[in-house]
Structure formats: structure tokens, C-alpha cells
């Protein structure tokens, strides 16, 4: 028998779920009448503001002119997302593939670095380097590539044990709080797990700039960054860079990696990218890779 509409309940906070029914500018609206100031503006997505007419009048014009076209095909709203992006992409990222959010933008992502060391002759360059403390998504690979072990329980047996490299924690680095040389020590941390794993066998390595769903804001030191960069070219890694939430302004810069001397093989997108307005997330990668 089917349960009665009352018996239904939002899964996340069974009987008890606040009900927001407006969402403008800066805030939300709940049924009983408050107004909430949603500073982050929700899990740090919304980065143009709720309730935004402009754009919901380009969603309404995007879903009524062409609903759907499969994904080869182009469409206005289609040339006019690669044109807008071409003001905010790094010059090298001309590839642009859209996915529907950030887990499957991540997914998308290795598998395209585990494709590319195999298309140009490294088949056996399979394995992605993450870090200690991250999350990349949902989806069984991201949760794999993410360590967090509060959205592991009770999966380990189904996901597999990828390697994980310590997490740039200036306030924790074990020479020492903010010690001269945190920057060299997880840099040298990293190549020594390259090693260990083979570096024949590592395709890639997946981390966020700026570490934020798993660390709150874990700003690396300013040599981490090109210190990665420099692993990578030695040893044919595909850098990809998480910039999920990171990305699209969040950092003062149009992507976190930004603040420092670099530049990704693939870049991540979601939440700003479309600013909850759609789910949308986006895989951005070089010509040779992307
Ligand atoms: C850094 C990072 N990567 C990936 C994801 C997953 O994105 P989505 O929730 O759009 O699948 C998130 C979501 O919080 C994130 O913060």
C-alpha cells in the first residue's frame, strides 16, 4: 500500500524540515514568515544571488527554444555558455564539456586523464593521487578520491582504496605551526607517495586549490601550488583541479588556483557555474587532454 501523502517526509530531517517558500537576493523566506540571511549563500553555490529575474528569463527562453539536443549538437544557450566562459577561463582550458553537477564534473575529469595517458601510450597509468582530507562527490570513484570518513561509513567495502597525499595544513604541518618550509614538506610528501605507488602507474593527481567542503578554507603555502605543478610535469601527471567551490569568484579570483603561478591540465566546475539556478557542472580541459 502506498503511504498516505503525511507520511512522506524530506529525507534529511525527518517531520522536522523548515520550509523555505521565497528565496531573494541575500534571503531565505520561511512559511511562518522569517527572513534568513543565507551568508553562505547555501552549501556556497548561489554566488549571484537568489531569485535573479534576468536569469530566469534566460532559463525560461533556454528550456522553450531547446528543450533538449543531444550533447554534440550545438544550440544558442549552448554557444552562449562557451562564449561567456571564454571571459573567465585560463587561455590553455579550451575544451568545455558540461556535465550535470560537480560529483559527475569529477568523475568526467579522471576519466578523461585515465583516457589520455592511455591514448598517448601510458595505458598502465591508471591510479589519481587525492588527498587525506578532501571531498570530490558522491558519485563511487569521487568517494574513492575523497578522504573524508564521514561520507565513507559504510561504503569501504564498496569503494576502492585510492592514495591519498597529506593535505597542505599550514597549522598542522609537522615541522612545525606555519614552519618556513610547510610548502617543500607536503610538496616532497606527494612525490615520495608518487613514488611509492609507481609513477608509471599514477594518471593523475586530484585536489582542490584551496581546501573547503572537507577543511573550511585550508589556504596551501604559496610555493605548495608550483611545487604540484612541477611533480606533475616530471612525472606525466594530469593535474586536475577541484574548483567546485572554489571556482566562478568564490576566492576574490575568477578560480582559486589563481592566486598562485599555475595553470590545471583540467579544471573542474559546479555550484557558481550556474548558481543553483540549474544543475549544472562543467569539465574544462586543454586541447591535448580535453
Ligand atoms: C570540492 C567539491 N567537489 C565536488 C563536489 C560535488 O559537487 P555536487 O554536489 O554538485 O555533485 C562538492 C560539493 O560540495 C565540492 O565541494
Known amino acids: 500500500m502506498n503511504p498516505s501523502k503525511n507520511q512522506r517526509s524530506w529525507p534529511f530531517l525527518p517531520g522536522r524540515a523548515m520550509e523555505i517558500v521565497r528565496a531573494e537576493g541575500a534571503y531565505l523566506h520561511t512559511s511562518k514568515g522569517q527572513a534568513i540571511l543565507d551568508a553562505a549563500g547555501g552549501a556556497i553555490v548561489v554566488n549571484v544571488g537568489h531569485g535573479r529575474e534576468r536569469v530566469a528569463k534566460a532559463v525560461y527562453q533556454a528550456t522553450k527554444d531547446t528543450s533538449y539536443v543531444v550533447p554534440p549538437w550545438l544550440t544558442p544557450s549552448r554557444r552562449a555558455m562557451v562564449d561567456a566562459l571564454s571571459d573567465w577561463l585560463p587561455s590553455e582550458l579550451t575544451r568545455v564539456h558540461a556535465t550535470s553537477g560537480g560529483s559527475e564534473a569529477n568523475e568526467a575529469a579522471i576519466k578523461m586523464a585515465v583516457q589520455y595517458q592511455s591514448a598517448v601510450g601510458r595505458p598502465e597509468k591508471t591510479k589519481v593521487i587525492s588527498r587525506d582530507l578532501s571531498y570530490h562527490g558522491t558519485t563511487l570513484a569521487t568517494t574513492s578520491a575523497s578522504g573524508h570518513p564521514g561520507r565513507r561509513k559504510g561504503l569501504e567495502r564498496a569503494i576502492e582504496s585510492w592514495p591519498f597525499s597529506p593535505t597542505p595544513y599550514p597549522l598542522r604541518c609537522p615541522l612545525g605551526r606555519h614552519h618556513p618550509d610547510t610548502g617543500r614538506w607536503y610538496v616532497d610528501a606527494l612525490r615520495q607517495h608518487?613514488?611509492?605507488?609507481?609513477?608509471?602507474?599514477?594518471?593523475?593527481?586530484?585536489?582542490?586549490?584551496?581546501?573547503?567542503?572537507?577543511?573550511?578554507?585550508?589556504?596551501?603555502?604559496?610555493?605548495?601550488?608550483?611545487?604540484?605543478?612541477?611533480?606533475?610535469?616530471?612525472?606525466?601527471?594530469?593535474?586536475?583541479?577541484?574548483?567546485?567551490?572554489?571556482?566562478?569568484g568564490r576566492t576574490g579570483r575568477d578560480f582559486g588556483h589563481q592566486h598562485w603561478p599555475i595553470t590545471p591540465d583540467i579544471l573542474v566546475s559546479g555550484k557558481g557555474l550556474a548558481g543553483g539556478y540549474a544543475p549544472l557542472g562543467g569539465v574544462f580541459g586543454t586541447e591535448a587532454i580535453g
Open 194 to 248: 608518487i613514488l611509492d605507488e609507481g609513477s608509471d602507474n599514477v594518471a593523475a593527481i586530484l585536489a582542490e586549490p584551496i581546501t573547503d567542503s572537507s577543511g573550511g578554507a585550508i589556504v596551501p603555502p604559496d610555493d605548495y601550488w608550483p611545487g604540484v605543478r612541477r611533480l606533475c610535469d616530471e612525472f606525466n601527471l594530469v593535474l586536475i583541479l577541484d574548483e567546485v567551490m572554489t571556482g566562478f
